[in-house]
């Protein structure tokens, strides 16, 4: 099969796959605070994501909008309708996430390979998992925050740490990351494009390691994390503002969580709905055309 370019997308298209992202993951994410979790000592055991589906959206779709979409898809339903928004401290989730499901959108040129599917889901968690470790470290390490460790022993917290960074990827990378996508692309690679109106890609998509992993993309990767590991600094040390985190809400109980789930559940309809919508109106005027 010939190796063709990347799809190239409308301007409403890029925000169907936005929008599209951010419904899905915002309603993923509302599901898991449903979930229970474990804690064994300074050790929780829970699952933080399903990384499947926005790992799975960057690898069909545009992987720029996608992971954009599905960061503030998490911050707007995840936290602000929620009433649980930390401010300037949610920044850096929004950078590392972000820039992790990116990398391994553009990762894959290849959906036919389902080695190349899984390293690139693998790699995806794992910078995520990677870049809040170090950052979480950091934080204890220069004293902007203090954690529950062994008296005495500061280098207790890189045991933590390391724990914490290995069930993560054991529960968000493999069980809910790496499994699923190896099923699930496959199954929908040129079923869900059709949705929203996009063609699948075809073949292989013409990509070197120097096409993206340019000195410009690290440059702007570095600056971005400096910004984010700043951010979260600030806010440990109560510089923060912006947060949204409103008593009143309180009042409604846990019931309240089937409101956000229902305003993602009906975005993600509408958005598919214009999908379809649009792919009918351009085949009629293609038959048009051709008539």
Same mark, same amino acid.
């Given at each position: 099969?010939?190796?063709?370019?990347?799809?190239e997308?409308?301007q409403?298209?890029?925000?169907?796959v936005?929008?599209?992202?951010?419904?899905l993951?915002?309603?993923?994410?509302?599901?898991?605070?449903?979930?229970?979790?474990?804690?064994?000592?300074?050790?929780?055991l829970?699952?933080?994501?399903l990384?499947?589906?926005?790992?799975?959206?960057?690898?069909?779709?545009?992987?720029?909008?996608?992971?954009?979409?599905?960061?503030?898809?998490?911050?707007i339903?995840?936290?602000?309708?929620?009433?649980?928004?930390?401010?300037?401290?949610?920044?850096?989730?929004?950078?590392e996430?972000?820039?992790?499901m990116?990398?391994?959108?553009?990762?894959?040129?290849?959906?036919n390979?389902?080695?190349q599917?899984?390293?690139?889901?693998a790699?995806?968690?794992l910078?995520?998992q990677?870049?809040?470790?170090?950052?979480? %470290?950091?934080?204890?390490? &220069?004293?902007?925050?203090?954690?529950?460790?062994?008296?005495? *022993? @500061?280098? +207790?917290?890189? $045991? =933590?740490?390391?724990v914490s960074?290995?069930?993560?990827?054991?529960?968000?990378?493999?069980?809910?990351?790496?499994i699923?996508?190896?099923?699930?692309?496959p199954?929908?690679?040129g079923?869900?494009?059709?949705l929203?109106?996009?063609?699948?890609?075809?073949?292989?998509?013409?990509?070197?390691?120097?096409?993206?992993?340019s000195?410009?993309?690290?440059?702007?990767?570095?600056?971005?994390?400096f910004?984010a590991?700043?951010?979260e600094?600030?806010?440990?040390?109560?510089?923060?503002?912006? %947060?949204?985190?409103?008593? &009143?809400?309180e009042?409604?109980?846990e019931?309240?969580?089937? *409101? @956000?789930? +229902?305003?993602? $559940? =009906?975005?993600?309809?509408?958005?598919?709905?214009?999908?379809?919508?649009?792919?009918?109106t351009?085949?009629?005027?293609?038959?048009?055309?051709?008539?």
């Open positions: 099969m010939e190796a063709t370019k990347r799809t997308y409308t409403s298209q890029k925000m169907m936005f929008i599209l992202s951010m419904s993951f915002g309603l993923a994410n509302l599901f898991t605070e449903l979930l229970p979790e474990f804690t064994f000592g300074p050790i929780e829970s699952i933080s994501y990384a499947f589906i926005p790992l799975t959206l960057v690898m069909l779709f545009n992987p720029l909008y996608a992971a954009f979409g599905a960061s503030v898809g998490e911050i339903f995840g936290d602000l309708l929620l009433g649980d928004f930390g401010g300037l401290g949610e920044l850096e989730g929004f950078i996430f972000t820039l992790a990116y990398i391994a959108g553009l990762l894959v040129t290849n959906l390979s389902r080695k599917i899984a390293l690139a889901a790699t995806g968690v910078i995520d990677m870049l809040s470790t170090v950052v979480d %470290v950091g934080k204890v390490w &220069f004293g902007i925050e203090e954690v529950e460790a062994v008296p005495g *022993l @500061p280098a +207790s917290i890189l $045991a =933590i740490e390391g960074f290995v069930t993560e990827m054991l529960i968000s990378g493999i069980l809910f990351g790496i699923p996508v190896m099923y699930l692309i199954k929908l690679y079923r869900i494009e059709p929203l109106g996009i063609e699948p890609r075809q073949g292989r998509v013409k990509a070197s390691m120097t096409e993206w992993i000195v410009r993309f690290v440059i702007l990767s570095v600056f971005l994390m910004v590991i700043v951010s600094f600030m806010a440990e040390m109560d510089i923060n503002f912006a %947060v949204w985190q409103p008593e &009143f809400l009042q409604f109980g019931g309240y969580i089937w *409101l @956000p789930i +229902s305003a993602a $559940a =009906i975005v993600l309809i509408a958005v598919v709905s214009l999908g379809i919508q649009l792919k009918r351009k085949t009629k005027d293609q038959r048009r055309k051709s008539a």
